[in-house]
């Protein structure tokens, strides 16, 4: 007896939504059910925001996170302090935002140095940085990269590059709020000893 299977529009959307990331092949199944059966769903409203939004939002001309025009809300801000918080992707920016606890401007490199994927310092937005301290009037950099190994290695490149140039500092690394130890790694909680305070 012949398999049978969904029609082949449907299989193409399954493939589609199977690229995202996170989505796997059965919630990319039902997430095209869904859309094709809910009375809810309004897959030509998502297929034209998806649309808007891939053609109208680029990377900032200056920082690299998201921008409608050339510069994005958060370099166009002019209050901005002159600490330059240094990220991996646009999509860390974001976060740090969200903390309040940061008011100065960001530089997005783009990833990370990684000599097994062929990711160099050419692949980075390493020589904005550059010109940015230059032309900004940096007094900090902050580097708020990954605490894996390639963003371990990318974090001491540019604290190499950047020394005598301006005060260069690394966001604190250890246990998060609400964590306990009994869940900690040894590395974390190296790094936690490394970066306590006095009370």
């Known amino acids: ?15 589609e939504l199977k690229r995202l990331p996170g ?17 809810k769903a309004s897959p030509g409203e998502l297929a034209a925001a998806l649309l808007r939004a891939r053609e109208g939002v680029r990377a900032c001309t200056t920082c690299g996170f998201f921008a409608v025009e050339g510069h994005c809300s958060i370099c166009d801000h002019p209050n901005r302090e002159k600490v330059l918080c240094v990220v991996e992707q646009a999509t860390d920016v974001l976060p740090m935002e969200r903390s309040g606890a940061f008011r100065g401007r960001y530089h997005c490199l783009g990833g990370r140095l ?18 940015r301290l230059e032309g900004e009037g940096i007094e900090e950099v902050i580097l708020a990269l990954g605490a894996d190994v390639e963003g371990e290695a990318t974090a001491n490149f540019l604290a190499e590059m950047l020394h005598g140039r301006c005060r260069v500092t690394r966001i604190a690394q250890g246990l998060p709020a609400g964590g306990g130890l009994e869940h900690a790694d040894a590395l974390t909680l190296a790094r936690a000893l490394e970066g306590r305070r006095t009370l």
């Open 1 to 15: 007896m012949a398999r049978i299977e969904y029609p082949e529009a449907v299989l193409e959307l399954v493939t």
């Open 23 to 39: 989505v796997g092949p059965r919630s990319a199944e039902r997430i095209a059910i869904w859309l094709l059966q809910n009375p």
């Open 114 to 131: 990684s000599p097994l994927d062929n990711v160099t310092p050419e692949d980075l937005r390493i020589g904005a940085l550059m010109q």
